[in-house]
Every structure is written in structure tokens, then in C-alpha cells.
């Protein structure tokens, strides 16, 4: 694909341009985190940056495209899957991960600020789904080696059963302002372990 026909924050450079993308995915983190997503600005994106406006107005030509550009590599630089021999201690490694994510202070910020985004933007929202369908699809392994096991039933919906694993976390990051220890995410892990294992997400179920 030619980087002159590509779509904004679409394009995997190298060298130099490598160099700006990441300046300025990290200046966009920053601003997220700061100040939210209806006060991004490219502008100010690039500034912070210390990299010219033409050049992150031409490559990522929108703020939604940014944010687009900003989730995608959030989501190729997440850590890859812990496997343990065991659906427990996978999702407990999947639990923990999570949990020290939107604990901490820009981490959370930012996912606070891309959700709520998302609630109002139709791109913005297909980034965040994008980015979700990357994690969920890397953890979803587990679950399928658990099923040879023996560990849950054979038909178990691994995809159900990891998005089981972070959604409290994520209730409790948006709903309340408790603190995410590792208490809540061996919770969460141990709550999806035994639905699982009683077979609430075997496909075809109410539950997944």
C-alpha cells in the first residue's frame, strides 16, 4: 500500500516517520488523559509533540483518526497472553493485567475518556471495538487449550468468557471511585472460572 493513498493512522512507517507516530501518540495519550476527548485538538496534539501541524493534520487528518491510530497501538503494545497450564491462573494473569491498566492514573484516565467518546462517536466507538476484538482474540487461546483439557465444557465460548473476566473491572473503574486492587481482579477471574466450568458460556446459552 502507498503511504500517499493510505488511510490516517493507518500506515505501519519506519525510520523517522516511526519516530513522529509514536511522538505523537504519546502527546494524544496525554491530552486524553488530561483533558478528555472533546478538548483533543490536533493542534495542541502537535505541539506537545514538537512536530508540525501539516504533518499530523496529513497523517492523521482528524481527531477521531488519532484516536483510531492511538487504540491500534494500544492494542499491538499490550503485553501478550500468560499461559499457566491452567484456566484459572490464565485468567487471573488476564485479570491482573487489566487491573493494573486502569488502575493506573493516565491509563485509566484515557480509557475513561475513549469510552465515554464512544458513547457519542460512531468512529471512535469502531476503534474501540477494533481494539477490544485484538485483546479479546489474543485471550481467547486460553480458553479453547482449557476446553481440551477438560476444564470446561467443549463447546465454551472463549471470547464470552474473557470479556467475563474484565467486565467488572471496568464497572468498577466507571461507576464507582473504589480502588482497583488485586483483590477485585482475582474476583473477576475466579467469578468467570466457576461460570465457566458450569458451563454459562457454552455457546448457544442465554449468558454468552
Known amino acids: 500500500m502507498d503511504s500517499e493513498s493510505a488511510d490516517p493512522g493507518t500506515v505501519r512507517p519506519g525510520g523517522r516517520t516511526a ?15 488530561e483533558q478528555g476527548f472533546a478538548r483533543l485538538d490536533l493542534a495542541d496534539v502537535a505541539r506537545r509533540a ?13 481527531v477521531t483518526g488519532l484516536v483510531a491510530d492511538l487504540l491500534a497501538d494500544m492494542a499491538e503494545q499490550s503485553l501478550p497472553r500468560t499461559e499457566t497450564n491452567s484456566l484459572l491462573g490464565d485468567l487471573e494473569a488476564n ?11 493516565r491509563q485509566g484516565a484515557l480509557f475513561k475518556a475513549v469510552l465515554a467518546a464512544a458513547t457519542c462517536d460512531t468512529k471512535t466507538a469502531e476503534a474501540l471495538h477494533r481494539f477490544y476484538e485484538v485483546r479479546v482474540e489474543e485471550w481467547a487461546p486460553c480458553v479453547q487449550q482449557a476446553a481440551a483439557r477438560g476444564e470446561v465444557p467443549e463447546d465454551t465460548d472463549p471470547h464470552a468468557v474473557i470479556r467475563a473476566v474484565s467486565a467488572p473491572l471496568y464497572y468498577q473503574l466507571l461507576t464507582t471511585d473504589l480502588p482497583l486492587d488485586q483483590t477485585h481482579a482475582q474476583r473477576a477471574a475466579q467469578a468467570a472460572f466457576t461460570a465457566a466450568q458450569a458451563g454459562a458460556y457454552v455457546r448457544g446459552t442465554p449468558s454468552s
Not at 50 to 59: E, F, I, L, Q
Open 19 to 33: 519516530r513522529v507516530r509514536a511522538a505523537v501518540l504519546q502527546a494524544a495519550g496525554d491530552a486524553l488523559a
Open 95 to 105: 485479570a491482573g493485567l487489566v487491573r493494573r491498566t486502569l488502575a493506573d492514573p
Open 50 to 62: 514538537d512536530v508540525g501541524k501539516t504533518t499530523v493534520y496529513r497523517r492523521w487528518g482528524t
